[in-house]
């Protein structure tokens, strides 16, 4: 039906020969009507559409409906190759003056592209030539272009010029403001394009912002905020400028420090030092450029004097710093007159041994400083450059000796504005006393937690006190344009000398990161802060710094899939989709390696994430998707196995909801009873699901066994910590990993308000069940190394309502603790008589062997004597067994068979059993009496530990071999031996 109608449309136009000038936006709305069917047929009819159509442009390149239809069906079917159709039909309609269709055609473009850079120049182009109505259409077109093209530093210019004027010509003052913003926003986009070209047009964008620059220097602390220039703008657009064009770059940052220092010389006496302290940073940034500029040392000279004209000798100071001298090292030079000059009377200075003191005069070549322990100490000017370090003013350690540091504790909300200011105050203050200006968290602890002590009244312990403070710190840490934070390696903080913003701050760490996990958290935080909206061009090049490396097989697995992540989020993001040109093509093979895909979800990092990579994997693994999303969750540590379960859901959402239910509670069923020994984390978050779903009513599993075995579970990781045998486990735990899964297990307990393990226990039929409560009270106890108010208010609850319970407990349990003992080994003497005889065997061979040995020296040559070698080896061997069998029989202990009464199931009884239904008799003796043959089994084989402490008719569950098993004791008496 499609495919005739389809011809019949395309033969009308063929014999009819109809001119262009038929043609308006009416008559391709009615095509388009005709396309939305061709679009919604069924794939094959669509595929054979597509073909025709391409067939029939083939042999009629001119034809108006052909190419219009073909450059739908291209774009809507991802047909790159086709796209042009639309242009080939722009240029057709632009020969002949339908620029009203040209129009059309290009917004219909921009409707499936809407960063399509060529209809956009032609379309803005268009409306330059139409009446003044079209301007704001025009605008918004440029606005666009701005978004696709980074490369364009020309229509930035002109929006930074439109809204420059329009600025100046509202009357409405938050229009005004608003128009400003925009203004500056572009006339920066535009500077940093053409920063990287060298065009002339950088002096003119250059001085445009400069002036507004000083004039934002003057503003308002808010007012500078919003309008988003700083003076560190300019200093990482000279150094862009700078890798092309040095000189170029050095004349501007020339002219802009003159401005700087003329505003100092003429400011009053707020801004001054302000003004002064920028012409200093950009006559560093100029001699950092170019040390052997001599313009720019004799500025900072100037500067100096200028910023230090009270001090009567400031000559002197600038002559012992070497800043006139050319052999001097610049650098060098402003370090140590920076130094020098805080050597003023009643200034602070430190010195290593003798602590903080006060300078109280300088005389010709002579420093007298009163430190605590020494009054009025006399100091040679050089010594004293040596060996003291200045403090300023509002150096921490200046603060805390006059008793100056100001109220940073919270205690209410009508102070808590002052608080916030006290803090970014102090906080300064700590960075700038650190060697560099560089400062850890643990420094940040040790010099204030003394002070928070100190001001605050509450009983609190001093780690709970210093995370509470942090965590405000922090936030008024990251608001700060003068502190930065290094992410890379340690944690630390430094101190800038000119303000940054935040979104400055990311994209210069994201362009100087080298490492990818680094850069990605960098963007992360850019894009949760929608810091895109006002820098396009940098979101966008990051966004292409993570489809290279999505692209390239180059790169590791967790870099590529986490960077499909991005690319797939920012894709369907319409706030920020333009930042993608190019099509995403996901290399399947990637999930061939499973290891590495579980590894990459386990990486710290947001939900959102781990999120798209599992969607990555349902949207592209053809077969057994399911079994893969279950071999994942046997690799992870219970992170991301609520998001596993998800993609699992929505694999079968075309199931009925019941269905889907069960498949789940199918698996969770299975990961309780088998999971433990591969993944105790899942395992324990099966236990959670299968408790808050209450599938135990459901499955008719008593809550009894469900929580002594969890206990058991809890107990086991606790002893294989202890005897550090985490290796049984099937992927890694490891000592701090098991305190979280008894933490994990705590959870499970406790924090349930519905189910709470707590409220279970005291209920009357099961603590009246004193067997039960028995076994209950020995695995809390035991667990009780691992710290939890829950269980110790749970143990003291059962002593009172059993007052003989731990004594009980004690008595029996000391058969079962010295045979869990790893440190001893428990044998009979037939045992130990057998592993005698055999140390015997192997020094008698050692004796031997050393003859063998001799024998083989008197042959000459060692190194090719093959004879020798092999004794060697063979010696060695027998010297390492020899040591391990005397080690292990010095830790052996006898089994004291004659005081067993078989009323429990001990090492030195026979027991009968039922195993699964399945009756089964065994011996239990010690680590040497094994024997198959006879169904002796040693006291720490997993099925005799399962039963060890039982009496005749108790039942166990236990997990042997990763498989649940229930066992009951039939019969217990003693070996006869």
Not at 303 to 312: D, L
Not at 742 to 758: T, V
């Amino acid at each position: 039906m499609i495919i005739d109608t389809l011809k019949n449309f395309l033969k009308e136009e063929q014999w009819t020969r109809a001119t262009i000038e038929k043609y308006n936006e009416n008559e391709f709305k009615e095509i388009d009507i005709f396309i939305e069917k061709i679009k919604s047929s069924s794939p094959e009819e669509l595929d054979e559409a597509y073909k025709l159509i391409k067939g029939f442009v083939s042999h009629n390149p001119r034809t108006i409906v052909g190419l219009y239809i073909l450059g739908n069906l291209a774009y809507f079917l991802g047909k790159k190759d086709d796209y042009d159709s639309f242009i080939r039909l722009i240029e057709i309609f632009k020969e002949n003056r339908k620029i009203n269709i040209a129009d059309f055609l290009l917004k219909k473009i921009l409707s499936y592209d809407k960063n399509n850079i060529y209809a956009l120049k032609l379309i803005i182009t268009l409306y330059q030539q139409e009446s003044g109505d079209k301007k704001e259409e025009r605008i918004k077109y440029m606005e666009d272009l701005v978004r696709a093209d980074a490369n364009d530093g020309d229509t930035p210019f002109k929006l930074g010029k439109y809204y420059e004027e329009k600025a100046k010509n509202e009357k409405d003052l938050n229009l005004k403001k608003e128009y400003e913003i925009k203004s500056i926003m572009y006339y920066k986009a535009s500077l940093r394009r053409f920063a990287k070209s060298s065009s002339p047009k950088i002096n003119d964008i250059w001085n445009i912002l400069s002036y507004e620059l000083l004039e934002i220097e003057k503003e308002p602390k808010d007012t500078k905020k919003d309008k988003k220039l700083e003076i560190n703008f300019f200093l990482n657009i000279a150094s862009i400028i700078a890798e092309n064009n040095k000189d170029m770059a050095i004349t501007i940052l020339t002219e802009l420090l003159g401005l700087y220092y003329q505003e100092g010389i003429n400011a009053e006496e707020t801004l001054k030092d302000l003004f002064i302290n920028r012409a200093i940073s950009l006559a560093k940034k100029i001699l950092e450029m170019d040390p052997a500029n001599r313009k720019a040392r004799d500025k900072i000279i100037e500067i100096y004097k200028e910023k230090y004209k009270n001090i009567n000798n400031i000559d002197k100071y600038i002559e012992n710093s070497g800043l006139n001298e050319k052999k001097i090292d610049i650098i060098t030079a402003i370090r140590r007159f920076e130094k020098e000059i805080q050597f003023m009377t009643s200034n602070y200075v430190y010195h290593r041994s003798w602590g903080i003191g006060k300078i109280l005069k300088i005389e010709e070549d002579c420093f007298i400083i009163m430190f605590d322990d020494k009054k009025e100490h006399k100091m040679t000017y050089s010594m004293a450059l040596k060996s003291l370090i200045p403090l300023p003013d509002n150096h921490i350690w200046v603060l805390k000796k006059e008793n100056k540091i100001p109220k940073i504790v919270w205690d209410n909300v009508e102070e808590e504005e002052n608080i916030n200011k006290n803090v970014a105050e102090v906080i300064r203050s700590v960075v700038l006393s650190f060697p560099d200006r560089n400062i850890t968290l643990e420094d940040f602890k040790i010099e204030l937690l003394p002070v928070i002590s100190s001001q605050i009244t509450k009983n609190i312990t001093k780690d709970s006190l210093w995370n509470n403070w942090w965590n405000k710190a922090k936030s008024i840490i990251k608001s700060d344009k003068l502190i930065g934070c290094i992410k890379e390696g340690r944690l630390s903080y430094f101190l800038r000398e000119t303000e940054i913003s935040n979104e400055d701050e990311l994209i210069t760490a994201f362009n100087e990161n080298k490492v990818f996990m680094d850069k990605f958290k960098v963007f992360d935080e850019f894009y949760k802060e929608k810091y895109y909206a006002d820098y396009p061009d940098n979101f966008k090049d990051m966004v292409s710094y993570f489809y290279n490396i999505a692209h390239d097989q180059r790169f590791y697995t967790y870099e590529r899939l986490l960077s499909y992540a991005v690319l797939r989020i920012v894709s369907r993001d319409k706030d920020v989709d333009w930042a993608i040109s190019s099509q995403i093509n996901f290399d399947t093979k990637i999930l061939n390696d499973l290891d590495k895909v579980v590894e990459t979800l386990e990486m710290t990092y947001r939900n959102e994430y781990r999120k798209e990579i599992l969607r990555l994997i349902g949207d592209y693994l053809i077969e057994n998707k399911e079994d893969y999303f279950i071999e994942i969750l046997k690799r992870d540590p219970a992170k991301i196995v609520d998001l596993v379960i998800d993609e699992i859901k929505n694999i079968y959402k075309n199931l009925d909801q019941v269905a889907v239910n069960e498949k789940i509670e199918d698996f969770v069923i299975e990961m309780l009873t088998t999971s433990f020994k591969y993944n105790p984390y899942l395992n324990f978050w099966a236990v959670r699901y299968f408790l808050e779903k209450e599938l135990y009513k459901k499955r008719e599993i008593s809550l009894e066994s469900i929580y002594l075995e969890l206990l058991y579970r809890m107990d086991t990781l606790a002893k294989l910590s202890l005897q550090k045998k985490l290796g049984w486990f099937t992927i890694p735990v490891s000592q701090n990993n098991v305190k979280d899964l008894i933490k994990f297990g705590d959870n499970i307990l406790f924090s349930n308000k519905k189910l709470n393990f707590k409220d279970f226990i005291l209920q009357n039929d099961i603590i009246n069940n004193k067997e039960y409560i028995e076994k209950i009270y020995r695995l809390l106890r035991d667990l009780m190394e691992y710290e939890s108010k829950d269980r110790k208010k749970i143990i003291e609850e059962l002593k009172i309502k059993y007052p003989d319970l731990e004594k009980r407990t004690t008595e029996e349990e000391i058969i079962l603790i010295n045979y869990l003992d790893e440190k001893i080994i428990w044998t009979t003497t037939e045992g130990l008589e057998k592993q005698k005889n055999k140390l015997k065997m192997l020094k008698t061979e050692k004796e031997k062997l050393a003859e063998e040995l001799q024998k083989a020296r008197d042959k000459g040559d060692l190194r090719e004597n093959a004879e020798y070698q092999a004794a060697r080896e063979k010696e060695r061997n027998i010297n390492s067994e020899i040591t391990q069998l005397e080690e292990k029989i010095n830790r052996s202990k006898l089994l004291d068979l004659s005081s067993i009464k078989g009323d429990k199931v001990i090492p030195g009884t026979k027991v009968v059993i039922e195993k699964n239904g399945k009756k089964e008799e065994y011996k239990i003796l010690g680590f040497w009496d094994t024997d198959e043959t006879k169904n002796i089994i040693a006291y720490n084989a997993p099925i005799a530990k399962a039963i060890l402490g039982l009496k005749k008719g108790e039942t166990v569950e236990a997990l042997i071999g990763g498989e649940k098993i229930s066992i009951k004791v039939i019969d217990i008496e003693p070996v006869k031996i």
